[in-house]
């Protein structure tokens, strides 16, 4: 009996990440039978290499619009054809950002690049202590969560695998931004909360709340656009965007929809999970509880979540564009040029729209669930123990 048990949670579990392997890899194809033309030139690629010794540093002002500080340093190419071989490198440090005046360092990994006349730093090599940060984070997710945290692991890796193999190479395709956005987000909603809590009602109210959040921030995401009549031209990347040799050219409104809810679905999964496991909890504690009672509690539940959780999303996104809010604020012409910017519009534009859509999923999850756990349980238990006898 017990064995039936396990094989009943197993057996939805696997299927589900079963379904996410198989998504991700039809979708990458899909997604992928376009492309862009290679802007790269293949002759300058950057490469990995180790500062082995460093010969001279000077300032010079070779350049009539800048004094820059000179670092002349051998280098040992770490990877390609000429791994192994040590090479003369510069790098140029401009004298007015001082938060660069000490280089590079004997023993650090670095990109370097040789554009035909000689060897030029590029960046130092980070990601290899990104990538220790990020493995200790999974083994304490891991070792605190067990079960749960594995769970967590999987979803977070198959929704940034979706986001990167499906809804960036559809985008660079050509392909429709606002349809690939909402599938991107569906699939991270349902394979998140049925890997994270299992296939059952508990899970599906949660689906269902959190699904019709973020449908309706996109429909007033698209009512903004054009009300607003936003351009999606914000900043240089917006312009760069546009000049990508793609066959379609990429729609910078879409851009915008698609980041406000890929970026408000997150906020809205938490409060629809968090109202459905309370609920289910409740209703594991008191069976009999009826609809209306269970979304009355649901909504309760709801408004102490919603403060915290809007200005969670609201403080996220203003700590993302701190630096081009600094920007803004010194260099505007007053409070109506700030606030009329496309650029703060939008920003403006995100945090609103991902707190409606917060407040939008809390009624529906309440519903949803109230609709699924105020049944009563006579069948569950006439079941459960038709099963016992046999």
């Known amino acids: 009996m017990k064995q039936k048990s396990i094989i009943k949670k197993i057996v939805p579990y696997i299927a589900?990440?079963?379904?996410?392997?198989?998504?991700?890899?039809?979708?990458n194809m899909y997604a992928s039978q376009g492309g862009v033309a290679d802007i790269h030139d293949r002759d300058f690629q950057s490469v990995r290499a180790r500062v082995t010794h460093i010969w001279d540093v000077h300032v010079d002002d070779e350049f009539e619009w800048?004094?820059?500080?000179?670092?002349?340093?051998?280098a040992e190419i770490r990877e390609g054809v000429e791994s192994g071989s040590i090479v003369r490198v510069r790098q140029y440090l401009d004298i007015h950002f001082p938060y660069e005046?000490?280089?590079?360092?004997?023993?650090?990994?670095?990109?370097?690049?040789?554009?035909?006349?000689?060897?030029?730093?590029?960046?130092l090599?980070?990601?290899?202590?990104?990538?220790?940060?990020?493995?200790?984070?999974?083994?304490?997710?891991?070792?605190?969560?067990?079960?749960?945290?594995?769970?967590?692991?999987?979803?977070?890796?198959?929704?940034?695998t979706a986001i990167f193999a499906v809804f960036i190479p559809s985008i660079i395709s050509g392909m429709n931004i606002y349809l690939s956005a909402i599938v991107v987000c569906v699939f991270s909603v349902i394979v998140t909360l049925f890997i994270l809590n299992g296939v059952n009602k508990k899970s599906l109210?949660?689906?269902?709340?959190?699904?019709?959040?973020?449908?309706?921030?996109g429909v007033i995401t698209l009512i903004m656009n054009n009300v607003l009549r936003l351009t999606g031209l914000l900043d240089s990347?917006?312009?760069?965007?546009?000049?990508?040799p793609t066959e379609t050219p990429i729609d910078l409104r879409a851009?915008?929809?698609?980041?406000?809810?890929?970026?408000?679905?997150?906020?809205?999964m938490d409060v629809s999970v968090s109202i459905s496991s309370a609920l289910w909890e409740l209703r594991e504690q008191a069976p009999k509880l009826s609809f209306n009672k269970l979304f009355k509690s649901g909504t309760n539940i709801g408004r102490d979540i919603l403060g915290s959780m809007a200005n969670t999303l609201v403080l996220a996104y203003i700590g993302s564009?701190?630096?081009?809010?600094?920007?803004?604020?010194?260099?505007?012409?007053?409070?109506?040029?700030?606030?009329?910017?496309?650029?703060?519009?939008?920003?403006?534009?995100?945090?609103?729209?991902g707190s409606l859509g917060i407040l939008l999923a809390i009624p529906l999850t309440a519903v949803a669930c109230a609709a699924f756990f105020a049944k009563k349980r006579k069948a569950d238990s006439f079941c459960n123990e038709a099963i016992d006898e046999v």
């Not at 379904?19 to 991700?24: G, K, P, S, T, Y």
């Not at 990104?130 to 979803?155: D, E, H, P, T, W």
């Not at 920007?327 to 534009?349: A, K, P």
């Open 16 to 27: 589900v990440v079963i379904f996410a392997v198989l998504f991700l890899y039809f979708g």
């Open 66 to 74: 800048m004094s820059a500080t000179i670092i002349l340093f051998d």
């Open 101 to 123: 005046v000490h280089g590079v360092n004997v023993g650090d990994n670095i990109l370097i690049q040789n554009f035909g006349d000689g060897w030029f730093f590029i960046e």
């Open 125 to 160: 090599v980070r990601i290899n202590m990104i990538v220790i940060l990020g493995a200790i984070f999974v083994l304490l997710l891991l070792l605190f969560g067990r079960m749960k945290g594995l769970g967590a692991v999987l979803s977070l890796g198959f929704t940034c």
């Open 205 to 217: 109210a949660a689906v269902i709340g959190c699904l019709g959040g973020i449908v309706a921030a």
């Open 237 to 244: 990347e917006s312009i760069h965007l546009l000049n990508i």
């Open 255 to 268: 851009i915008i929809f698609a980041g406000i809810i890929i970026g408000a679905s997150g906020a809205i």
């Open 321 to 353: 564009s701190l630096s081009v809010i600094l920007l803004l604020i010194v260099y505007s012409d007053g409070l109506n040029d700030l606030l009329n910017r496309e650029m703060v519009v939008v920003e403006l534009l995100k945090a609103i729209i």
